[in-house]
């Protein structure tokens, strides 16, 4: 079963939009991550924000983490053609094993 | 330095048989997951292994296990086939036993089972 859940499922916005992600989870987490996948391929780790940490930073992404709700947005700003991709928030309960969210399929237009 | 690797990248098998794949983490991780990702189901964790151990299981069938050799490279192994095994099957590695480290994932292997 799918711990997290993420929102929007589909995304479609213009080059130089900001793009939000929000993931939503059930229980008690130890770290969440983001991960983006291009067409069926691997993922690429993007950030990984720990659950006592409540804002992270990595280039154009921001993500925040709010244990009380339970909830994390992703903020893509200044979008590329290039950030096209699926996004899936991932969280880890109990040690290596990450429970994947259905993912958020972003199309960024040129 | 290296990322995972997986191999092969495609596979196309018939029911009843079984498939081996085979990953090979980032040099000096020890801990080597396993997912299964599918259009109805997602991704969803099958196992992990650390220092050739099974750690964690996921909910799946007996038909699928793994091993992981002292090299720290592992392989999974799916019996009797059946259509809906047909996935993009990923691994991934990271540094410790757990919690609070980066996966790093590989490009995946595609297994078609007709």
């Known amino acids: 079963s799918q711990q997290g859940e993420e929102d929007p499922q589909a995304l479609s916005i213009q080059e130089g939009e900001n793009a939000t992600m929000n993931c939503s989870y059930k229980?008690?987490?130890?770290?969440l991550q983001w991960y983006r996948q291009n067409s069926g391929r691997g993922l690429v780790h993007l950030i990984l924000i720990r659950s006592n940490e409540r804002e992270k930073h990595s280039g154009r992404l921001r993500v925040t983490l709010d244990t009380s709700k339970k909830s994390s947005s992703l903020l893509i700003t200044a979008s590329r053609a290039a950030d096209t991709a699926s996004y899936f928030c991932?969280?880890?309960?109990?040690?290596?094993?990450?429970?994947f969210g259905g993912g958020t399929r972003l199309m960024v237009k040129p | 330095k290296a990322g995972v690797t997986q191999t092969p990248r495609y596979l196309i098998k018939t029911r009843g048989q079984q498939v081996t794949l085979s990953c090979s983490p980032i040099?000096?991780?020890?801990?080597v997951s396993w997912y299964q990702q599918t259009p109805g189901q997602g991704l969803q964790f099958l196992f992990e292994?650390?220092?050739?151990?099974?750690?964690n299981k996921g909910n799946f069938p007996g038909r699928f296990s793994g091993r992981q050799f002292s090299n720290s490279r592992s392989e999974m192994n799916v019996s009797t086939l059946e259509l809906g095994d047909s996935a993009l099957y990923l691994c991934?590695?990271?540094?410790?036993?757990?919690?609070?480290?980066?996966?790093?994932f590989g490009p995946g292997t595609r297994l078609l089972v007709l």
């Open positions: 991934a590695s990271s540094l410790a036993q757990g919690g609070q480290e980066t996966q790093y």
């Open positions: 292994y650390f220092s050739e151990t099974q750690r």
């Open positions: 991932a969280t880890d309960v109990e040690g290596n094993m990450l429970t």
């Open positions: 229980t008690s987490i130890n770290n």
């Open positions: 040099s000096g991780h020890r801990s």
